[in-house]
């Protein structure tokens, strides 16, 4: 049985707390596994390798903006999450898989490109640094969170070109690049419902880079 939760539109602070209460079920073995799926209204949140210099605005001007600041338990650096990226949490056991965080992140990629792939959009690594590209611009983020070896927090796939305004507030991964939409790359509107749609048809037909996601290896 695949679990999947479709949180819609909500506060990052209630989808981390949710997160947290899914980690609690699959450690206890009430769950063997979950996906959250959802987005969040505009908010930035700081990795375990972040530094504030990262973010490029007062803080009270973020809250004119009405922009709240997290500090997470994640790697990476600054990210920004808005209404226009789908944010995919895994909560996994790597006890099922191989405990090899390196092929957990990879897996991660994979499964963000073969949802841009169904556009067309040829997206790629590149090599020492983690996410998906679309050329030299970055359309999907990831920063993870790994505790007795059960996987939280995840990936943010950018999909609504108006959204990307908001990166500009910051150092996006504590790097100078730049950020891009599946609809920039495609140079037409597209809803977040339906990427929504394919990925939790990958899921549940075990298409996805985690159909073995019952069993240990």
């Given amino acids: 049985m695949v679990n999947i939760f479709d949180l819609g539109l909500v506060d990052f602070k209630e989808a981390w707390d949710f997160q947290k209460k899914v980690f609690s079920d699959v450690k206890n073995g009430e769950l063997t596994h979950a996906f959250i799926l959802c987005q969040h209204n505009p908010v930035i949140t700081l990795g375990r390798q972040a530094t504030s210099k990262n973010i490029l605005i007062p803080e009270s001007e973020l809250k004119n903006k009405g922009i709240e ?4 338990e994640r790697g990476g650096d600054a990210t920004y999450h808005g209404p226009g990226q789908l944010m995919f949490y895994p909560i996994l056991n790597l006890n099922y898989f191989k405990r090899d965080i390196h092929i957990f992140l990879r897996k991660l990629e994979s499964i963000a490109m073969q949802t841009f792939s169904e556009f067309s959009v040829a997206t790629q690594r590149i090599k020492g640094l983690t996410g998906v590209w679309f050329k030299d611009k970055k359309i999907a983020s990831i920063g993870i969170a790994i505790k007795n070896w059960i996987t939280y927090h995840g990936v943010a796939m950018n999909i609504k070109q108006d959204d990307l305004s908001n990166f500009s507030l910051i150092r996006p991964c504590g790097m100078d690049i730049m950020m891009t939409s599946l609809e920039t790359c495609i140079g037409e509107k597209i809803s ?7 990925l939790t048809r990958r899921l549940q037909n075990g298409e996805s880079c985690f159909a073995r996601v019952g069993g240990r290896d």
Avoid: A, M, S, Y
Wanted: a positive charge.
């Fill in 69 to 72: 600041v997290f500090n997470v």
């Fill in 192 to 198: 977040v419902r339906d990427i929504k749609k394919i």
